[in-house]
């Protein structure tokens, strides 16, 4: 076997540091800077029994490409011939593993036998001692049967250990900083913002991992489980790992990556291979009767279930441990490739399908995210919610969750909240609307389909607002272009079958269209001649779009850019479609073909800044604004000295920021401005606001043109 090159130790001034790289919602792609290399999350690390190693972990490097392991310190600690070779050698060299080197600190012996012999700084200098990268704390494990006061004890002991333990684990080693509160999660709440709040003498807590939760997954009780991920994270800083302690199946990877787990740990490559268990990102499979192989691995590859079957135990379980790490590792890469491309809530919706457990909470996260104002953990899914880019390319699949998916919801609840109806009609008339005109059974693209029926309906009546029926619900046709709608996946019959009348009643309420009188249309042939008033009526139709489009992606106000686009001229694609936007002669703005989104110029920045000219409020002041439903293009307050890098193109890096809006986006436009209200640069945000205020490392707006270029 070829072996692998070593890691490269992160810089002196990053160690400790997360950075996002590439995000979907809460999933999050991130690298993790120690002293053994970077960590890329979300991962797993390989539980390593220092008196039983099933596969060495040198193996683990080389083979499979484990960049990090964990073990137990206690158990090292504990055994004279472990503990004398870690203090002379160091940890690294004990296992044999190049890689970064995480230990646990004996709370779950604690939870087994009953109790540990260690002191609680005692196991903290001994994890420094042995140079270990990341250590943990010796938490008190909250067992889910706990009464609610044992919990209490368990959460607020937790916390007083704590600050002992930041100040023994000194500069070099990084600290895990347990999350306990059994089911409660008020109590899961607390913990977090009591564990991340502390500082030590160099640092707080580098990882938050969620304790207690291993009786959890030997019942499958997953709801329960997704529960405490949803309350610990409502209050964990959004700079740190979350590490889900003691999970490790395939099958649980993809809902709890969705939620914002970024670590996972476990041995149950090991201890299900001694029980002749396979693991598959489906489930749990039994060597015992099969004939063929239901998944392939390299391991398994030229050999049958009854030869396996037919080996020593040891040798036995060696080959199903190779196997089930395998299998692990590829289901990681497989959730880490769907959140680079906006799919990790299908894989976990795709799952959920494997076992009646995991669907059932499945279910209920996407009940509790349809019923945000209801539900006990509301705060954390309305983040994930709010964090998703609503717009975004590629194939949208039917399902029966299609409406339940996080962007689906963002953008209909933007779709809710921000549009509104035309102030003006396209033969100049002003005053409200006379009809709604909905457009059932036909098939994106609607430019092509029925454009010819919505000019139709606006000659007939000018005072129309023609909305879409879609699989989604309704939209106005101003958004026929925007993805997802016009990019469903499925049969050509959900297109064809009519909204039932109660649903798409409850739909034009959700636009604020339930009051005005509406008349469904089937679109048919388009004439073979168009009617003289057709450009008049294309051009309000595309003003229309770009109104609608940056008032509900960019927040800003319909009244002011219904003046803005007034002389606004475009340029369009062989398709038909606006590809390059101009007022006053200079380019503005550029919808985007591939998702339907829209994108600015550097004019379109200037120009939507020229609406508010002031600063956002800094991180931590305590300026109250006033909650409006469009207060504008978001805006990112940079610091003084990266105004010039900035100005000239550069990115907009974490820890450069002192302050944006609460409604910044990812995935979405903003400015970036100084702290006199200048424009500096414009740009695609790829955090929110929160992340903004605590994030030191990675890029927090991708700039797209700085404003201070020279001419």
């Known amino acids: 076997m070829e072996k692998r090159p070593g890691p490269e130790p992160c810089r002196p001034q990053d160690l400790g540091l997360f950075e996002v790289v590439s995000r979907d919602g809460a999933a999050r792609i991130g690298k993790f800077h120690t002293g053994h290399g970077i960590l890329t999350t979300p991962m797993l690390l390989p539980v390593v029994n220092p008196n039983l190693r099933t596969i060495e972990p040198r193996e683990m490097w080389d083979r499979y490409g484990v960049d990090a392991l964990i073990t137990n310190s206690y158990v090292i600690w504990k055994h004279e011939k472990l503990r004398v070779p870690a203090l002379s050698n160091g940890i690294h060299e004990l296992l044999d593993f190049p890689g970064i080197v995480v230990t646990d600190s004996g709370t779950f012996q604690s939870y087994v036998y009953g109790d540990v012999e260690v002191g609680i700084e005692e196991i903290v200098s001994f994890q420094r001692e042995i140079g270990v990268d990341i250590g943990t704390m010796l938490d008190v494990f909250g067992r889910p049967d706990m009464s609610r006061e044992e919990l209490e004890d368990a959460v607020s002991e937790t916390a007083s250990r704590a600050l002992p333990s930041l100040s023994e684990a000194g500069e070099k080693l990084l600290l895990n900083g347990p999350i306990q509160g059994g089911l409660h999660h008020d109590l899961r709440s607390e913990s977090g913002e009591l564990m991340g709040s502390l500082e030590g003498d160099s640092r707080g807590f580098a990882i938050h991992p969620i304790g207690g939760i291993v009786p959890l997954m030997e019942q499958q009780r997953y709801r329960e489980l997704f529960g405490i991920i949803l309350a610990s994270r409502s209050t964990i800083p959004r700079n740190r790992p979350i590490h889900m302690f003691g999970c490790g199946h395939p099958l649980l990877f993809p809902l709890s990556i969705a939620l914002g787990v970024d670590i996972f740990d476990s041995a149950a490559y090991a201890l299900f291979a001694r029980d002749d268990r396979l693991l598959t990102p489906d489930g749990t ?189 309704v939209i106005p046709f101003s958004f026929e272009d925007v993805s997802p709608f016009c990019h469903i996946d499925g049969p050509e019959a959900i297109w064809l079958e009519p909204t039932d009348n109660e649903q798409l009643v409850e739909d034009l309420e959700t636009l604020g269209l339930n009051d005005i009188p509406h008349v469904t249309i089937y679109p048919g042939e388009a004439p073979e001649n168009l009617p003289a008033e057709y450009p008049e009526i294309r051009s309000w139709i595309d003003r229309c779009s770009i109104v609608d489009k940056l008032s509900v992606l960019c927040a800003m106000k319909p009244g002011l850019l219904c003046g803005m686009t007034n002389e606004m001229s475009s340029r369009k694609s062989k398709t038909d479609r606006m590809v390059n936007v101009s007022v006053d002669g200079e380019h503005v703005f550029s919808p985007r073909l591939k998702d339907g989104g829209i994108s600015l110029a550097l004019g379109g920045a200037r120009l939507l800044h020229s609406f508010n000219h002031a600063p956002p409020a800094r991180f931590g002041s305590e300026t109250e604004t006033e909650e409006e439903d469009h207060p504008g293009i978001p805006r990112v307050l940079l610091s003084d000295d990266a105004i010039p890098f900035v100005g000239q193109g550069r990115n907009v890096m974490h820890g450069y920021i002192d302050g944006a809006d609460p409604h910044v986006t990812p995935g979405q436009p903003c400015i970036v401005v100084s702290s006199s209200g200048d424009l500096v640069a414009h740009g695609v945000a790829q955090s929110t606001s929160m992340e903004m205020a605590c994030f030191k490392k990675g890029i927090a707006v991708k700039v797209r043109d700085g404003a201070l270029r020279e001419k």
Do not use: Y
Request: aromatic content about 4%.
């Open 285 to 473: 499979v039994r060597l015992e009767g099969l004939k063929e192989w239901p998944i392939s691995s390299s391991a398994l590859f030229g050999k049958s279930p009854e030869e396996v079957r037919g080996m020593e135990k040891d040798d036995r379980a060696a080959i199903l441990a190779h196997h089930n790490l395998e299998i692990t590792q590829s289901e990681l890469a497989r959730c880490r490739e769907a959140v680079r491309n906006g799919k990790i809530w299908e894989l976990a919706e795709k799952r959920s399908h494997s076992s009646s457990r995991l669907r059932e909470a499945f279910l209920w996260v996407i009940e509790e995210l349809e019923q945000l104002e209801e539900s006990e953990v509301g705060n954390s899914l309305l983040d994930i919610m709010a964090s998703t880019n609503p717009v975004r390319g590629g194939g949208e699949p039917i399902s029966d969750d299609i409406d339940s998916r996080p962007h689906v919801l963002h953008i209909m609840a933007l779709l809710s909240l921000r549009w509104r109806i035309p102030g003006s009609w396209w033969d100049g008339s002003v005053g409200p609307p006379e009809r709604v005109v909905v457009l059932e059974g036909t098939s994106p693209p609607w430019r092509s389909t029925c454009l010819h029926t919505v000019i139709e309906a606006l000659l007939e009546n000018p005072k129309s607002v023609v909305v879409i029926s879609t699989p989604l619900g």
